[in-house]
Each structure stands twice: as C-alpha cells, then as structure tokens.
C-alpha cells in the first residue's frame, strides 16, 4: 500500500469523525430547540436501509478504487494523485456520514427517561394499570388535549364517550404511544413511562417494554393483509416476545375456538367480513396477553348488523374482568358493558361517573345536551 | 454472411447483454431502495440531495451518462479508460435505473396505510421488524407491475451500450450491419430482445401471481 493511500484512509476516518460530530450537534441543537420527539418516523427505515445495503456498497467501490486506479494508473501516473484524492475525499464524507446518521437515527429515535422524578412518581396511582395526568397534546394551533388526567383499575372497562372532534382517538393514541404528549405523565403498573422534565415531555427509553401491557383495537382493523388469521395472531408473540412457536400456536388456536373463528385460522383477512375482520384484530390483541385493551371506535367501521358480534365479543372479555378502555358512539352499549363513563368535551373530561348517573341522571348540563343530541338522531 | 453465422456471432454479445441486464438489477434495486428512503429523510439536506439525484438522472438521457461514466473520469481526473467497459457500463445503467425504480418505490411506500406501521408499533414490533416484516412485502407486491414495466424497458436500453463500444449484442449487431451492409442483424437484435422480453414477462407473471394470494 503506498503512503497516499494511508493518507486517503486515514483521511476518511476524519472525516468520519468530523461528519459524526456534526450528526451529534445537530441532534442536539433539536433536543434544545425541542423539536426531538418520539415521532414514529415510519415512511422510511433510512437508517436499517443503509446498514443493511449501502454498506456493501462502499466496500464494493472501495475495494474497486483500490484495486484498479491504485495499483494500475495512480502508482505509475502520478499526476492524477489530486484525482484519487478527491474520490476518496468524496467516498470518505458520502459513506461515513450516512452511516453515522443512520447510527445516530436508531439511537436518538426517543428521548431518553433516566429517572422519573420523585413528585410524578407521587402524582401516579401505583394500583391502577393505567394512570395519566394532567397530558396536554397540541397539533399546531389546536389544542386537542388540555389537562387530562384519569386512572383505569384492574378488571375495570372504562367508556370515553364525547362529540366528535372533542379528543378521544387522541387520547387513546398518546396512551399507546402513536402520538407523543407535549406534557403530563402516563404511567402503567406505576411505572412510568412518560414523564415531563422541565416542560417538556420525555419517553423511557424500554417503551417496548411498555408496550407489552397494553394492547389496541383500530377502527379500521388494521390486519396484516398478506398474513393469514393464525399468522396475524402468532407473529408477534414470536418474533417480538421470542416465545415459542408452538405454544403460541396452541394458545392462539384456543382463542379463535373461542371466539367461533377457528375455521377462518388460515384465511387471509380479504376473506373475512368486517366484523370477523375486528374480532380477529381483537384476538391478535389478546395474543399478547396484554394488561389493558384499548379500543377506538370498535365497531363505527362496521355495516350496523355486524356490530353485534364484535359487541358481544367485548361483552364477553368484561365478563372476563379484561381492563378495557373503549372509545365509542354506541351510548346503548357503554353504558350496558362499563364500570365507569368518561365524558369528553373540546380536549377537558367534563364528567367521569357510574354509567347510570352519567347517562340516566346527569346534572352537567353540557352532557344533557350531548345525550339529548344523540338520543334524537 | 449467413443469417445462421449474424446469429452466432450476435449471440456472443448476448452474454454481456445479460451481465447488464442482471447486474442492474442487483444494484439498481437496492439503491433505489436507498435513494427512496433517503428522499423521505427527515434530514433536509439529505432528501433535497437524494431528490436532486432523481431529477438530474431521470432528466438526462442514459447515452450521455453512460459517456459521462465511461470517459467522465479520464477528463476529470485523468485516469485512463479502463479497457473492461462492463463496470462503468454497469454503474452508468445502476445509477439511472436506481432513479426510476427509487420513484417506483416510493409510490409503493406512499400507498401503505399508514395504520399497517400503527399496528405494527403497537404489537411491539422493532422498526426492522416492521419493515421488512409488514411494509416490505406489501410494498413489494404493489409496485411489481410498474417494477415490470421498468424491468421490460431496461431490456430494450441494454442496446445503448454501443454508445460506449461495449461489445453486447446490439453492438456486435451494428457492427456487422455496417461492414455487410445489412439489415439483418437488426431484424435478428429486434428477435433477441423480443424473445427475452417475453422471457421477462413470463416470469414477472408468474411472480405477480404467487404474490395476489391476498386483496390489498
Ligand atoms: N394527526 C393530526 N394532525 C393534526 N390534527 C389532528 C391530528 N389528529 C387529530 N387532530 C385534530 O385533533 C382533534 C381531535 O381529534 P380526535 O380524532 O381525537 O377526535 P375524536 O374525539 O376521536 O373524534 P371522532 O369521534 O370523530 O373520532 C380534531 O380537531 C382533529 O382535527
Ligand atoms: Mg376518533
């Protein structure tokens, strides 16, 4: 190897360094400008990707610099040195720098919880699986969420009822970590997994982990198309809780027995109705034997005599004292299957009760109106 | 010349025809991959850069950057032409191709619902995971018939390795056409590349099939 071609190397890792540097302040120059959130940056996998094949790559290019120009026309033809240089220059900021975003991607994906601090750890029930306070949730100008706070209790099935628009889906999506609070406190178990530190909210680091205990029921299902029934049921037990295949299998067998959709196991969703569709959303939740089961809007996707049947499959886990938390329109319902009602108005809990106070008797004046409304609809 | 000898001597060409066929496509699907990512970035910098790429390489035919890879580094920084063409030949179609099929790519993206990556998040699984596990299939499944169309026209645009002298079959072709001063070996190139275009559609065909096994 001649000594330029050290040089070149030993210029490429600088420039590695230089580029990683630069990454690291612009990082942190977000996290100052609080702009570094939890966002799911889900459209592209930049990072994975470029692990994954760009690497590759540069040591394909590298290695065909080397070999060819190096060895043949660079050591015989001095004159071209400023040409190779600026190659591996080039390489040396294109390859280096990618690699390092895509480093730096993965680790900075969330703000990191190190301890919660000791007054939020008093403001969470540590009895109650979920436990929220006082969130606050903004998208631009609107200000969604303002100062929510409530506590679910084991084997309780809480209803959130409310006018459209009022915040409901976004309170179920900050819970489930789809969408990030500005501040407050979620906590499950009376662990804590959202904290707020000087205003500003921060993640755990192990929302994963979190993620365990809760499970959530999309309106619009939300299968995986191209995974059968069993298949949409079994990939997550297995390859995220790296348990056992068959033991899942055999679990996730008894459940569908149970819910009458055996027969469907090996069916692709495109095949089922749509209320098969969400009872089989609902077991893929249960798979994973989650603490708490979160459902928006269960059955407003549905034709109307096909809400039945996924009704009564919630009915059913009540029966079972799963801890529920259901957005819904369905007022019959709520206030048939819930142990307690929240009613939401414009991003503020109006009222929050027994299911027979809040829809048979209620003095909010606010929530008559909201009753009266859907009574004459 | 016999019409059996032009066909012999055609096919010669063909194994280059195919090594950059295949080649490209090893290396322009990834890239593509890597550059439709790269595009949705949420780095500024880097997806105006990667959309850049796209629009300068879907806007200059592949004859000039074919030249341009080819002899672009002997004027620049004076190495000399190297004498296996395959490699610039090779990165020239990689690079365009990785354009097109970057778009492709991302049209496919753009199509996922967004609840697929939701679901995903909420059952625990690892961006990876999600990737490779959820969107990918999908996406994969949704953008064949278009990938097809590309697949189809690269086929055809292997004959613009003549630009550059490299030794394919539409090379050796022009070649004998100009010496015999004859019409046949285009006759004969129009054949091959039917023949293997049918051969594309054929298999792509059958992958489309094996993969609609489900509505989206
Ligand atoms: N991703 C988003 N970006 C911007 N605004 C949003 C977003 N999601 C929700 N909003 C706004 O937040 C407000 C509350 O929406 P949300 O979906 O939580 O209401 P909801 O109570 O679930 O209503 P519905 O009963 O119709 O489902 C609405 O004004 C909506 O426009
Ligand atoms: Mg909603």
């Known amino acids: 190897m001649t000594p330029i071609c050290k040089r070149n190397i030993g210029i490429s890792i600088l420039l590695s360094f230089v580029t990683f540097g630069i990454y690291f302040i612009y990082w942190e120059y977000l996290l100052v400008k609080n702009i570094r959130t939890l966002k799911n940056d889900t459209s592209s996998c930049t990072g994975e990707m470029l692990c994954l094949v760009l690497v590759p790559f540069y040591n394909l290019y590298w290695w065909y610099t080397r070999g060819k120009f190096v060895k043949d026309e660079f050591a015989a033809n001095g004159a071209s040195s400023a040409g190779n240089e600026i190659t591996y220059l080039l390489l040396g900021i294109f390859g280096l720098a990618i690699i390092s975003m895509a480093i730096m991607q993965n680790d900075f994906n969330s703000l990191e919880l190190k301890s919660a601090s000791d007054k939020s750890r008093n403001v969470v029930n540590s009895d109650s699986v979920l436990s929220v306070s006082n969130i606050q949730k903004s998208f631009g100008d609107n200000h969604v969420l303002k100062d929510i706070s409530f506590h679910v209790n084991k084997g309780e099935v809480v209803s959130v009822i409310g006018p459209s628009g009022s915040g409901k889906s976004t309170l179920l999506r900050c819970c489930t970590f789809l969408e990030t609070i500005d501040s407050g406190i979620i906590a499950y178990d009376g662990k804590i997994a959202a904290d707020t530190v000087n205003g500003m909210a921060v993640y755990s680091k192990d929302l994963n982990e979190f993620r365990h205990i809760f499970g959530l029921v999309f309106q619009n299902f939300n299968l995986f198309p191209h995974y059968t029934v069993l298949k949409n049921m079994m990939d997550a037990p297995v390859s995220v809780m790296k348990r056992d295949k068959d033991e899942v299998r055999e679990e996730c067998m008894a459940l569908l027995e149970k819910m009458d959709l055996a027969s469907k196991a090996d069916s692709y969703p495109c095949e089922l109705s749509g209320g098969q569709q969400q009872r089989v959303s609902i077991v893929r939740a249960l798979a994973m034997k989650p603490e708490i089961l979160f459902f928006d809007e269960p059955t407003s996707a549905l034709d109307p005599e096909l809400t039945g049947e996924v009704l009564k499959v919630i009915k059913q886990l009540a029966a079972e004292k799963m801890t529920m938390v259901i957005v819904t329109h369905e007022m019959q319902f709520a206030r048939q299957v819930s142990d307690r009602v929240v009613f939401m108005d414009k991003g503020i809990i109006i009222e929050e009760g027994d299911p027979e106070e809040v829809f048979g008797n209620t003095q909010n004046e606010r929530t008559k109106q909201f009753l009266q409304n859907y009574n004459n609809q | ?216």
Do not use: H, W
């Open chain 2, 1 to 216: 010349m016999t019409l059996l000898n032009i066909i012999v001597k055609m096919s010669e060409g063909l194994g280059k025809t195919c090594a950059i066929f295949f080649l490209t496509l090893l290396f322009a699907i990834p890239l593509g991959m890597i550059v439709a990512s790269l595009r949705g970035s949420r780095f500024k910098v880097i997806s105006a850069v990667a959309r850049a790429y796209i629009s300068i390489l879907r806007g200059t035919p592949l004859m000039l950057q074919l030249i341009a890879v080819t002899y672009g580094p002997y004027y620049l920084f004076g190495f000399s032409v190297s004498r296996n063409k395959l490699i610039p030949v090779v990165i020239a179609f990689t690079i365009n191709y990785a354009s097109y099929f970057a778009e492709i790519y991302r049209s496919g993206l753009d199509s996922m619902p967004v609840g697929q990556y939701e679901a995903a998040q909420v059952l625990g699984y690892s961006k990876m995971q999600t990737y490779f596990k959820i969107i990918l299939p999908q996406v994969i499944r949704r953008i064949l018939p278009s990938l097809t169309n590309e697949i189809v026209t690269l086929v055809k645009d292997t004959s613009m390795a003549f630009t550059v002298s490299y030794q394919e079959m539409f090379t050796i072709g022009k070649q004998i056409a100009n010496s015999q001063t004859s019409f046949v070996p285009f006759v004969v190139a129009g054949v091959f590349y039917y023949v293997f275009n049918a051969l594309v559609g054929f298999v792509m065909g059958r992958v489309e099939k094996r993969m609609s096994y489900y509505k989206i």
